[in-house]
């Protein structure tokens, strides 16, 4: 079964089994995270369209935390020999999907 949920204000279409990043989340790796906000299920052609949200959970177990790559951010102002470099590296959380319940 296929599902559309939102994790942390995104949405990640995820089947059992899935690995995926999110981002960053409370909890040790091995812990079980559930969310409940479901807005597509279906397999084939029945699909169940959310207003907003399903009735069900999606479980979830956290394997590690981590940082992506680094992101660079150059600013530049014209004709003023302003330039300036800035960089982040965000936070992550890898969950791996364990039961979907509709």
């Known amino acids: 079964m296929n599902v559309v949920v939102e994790i942390a204000g995104q949405q990640y279409s995820v089947e059992n089994g899935t690995t995926i990043n999110v981002p960053l989340l409370e909890g040790k790796p091995g812990d079980t995270v559930e969310f409940g906000n479901i807005l597509i299920a279906g397999e084939g052609s029945g699909v169940n369209i959310g207003t907003p949200y399903l009735?069900?959970?999606?479980?979830?177990?956290?394997?590690?935390?981590?940082?992506?790559?680094?992101?660079?951010?150059?600013?530049?102002?014209?004709?003023?020999?302003?330039?300036?470099?800035?960089?982040?590296?965000?936070?992550?959380?890898?969950?791996?999907i364990t039961d979907i319940n509709i």
């Open 55 to 96: 009735d069900g959970t999606v479980k979830a177990k956290i394997v590690e935390h981590g940082k992506d790559k680094t992101i660079l951010v150059f600013h530049k102002k014209r004709r003023k020999g302003h330039r300036k470099l800035n960089g982040h590296r965000a936070k992550y959380t890898q969950i791996q």
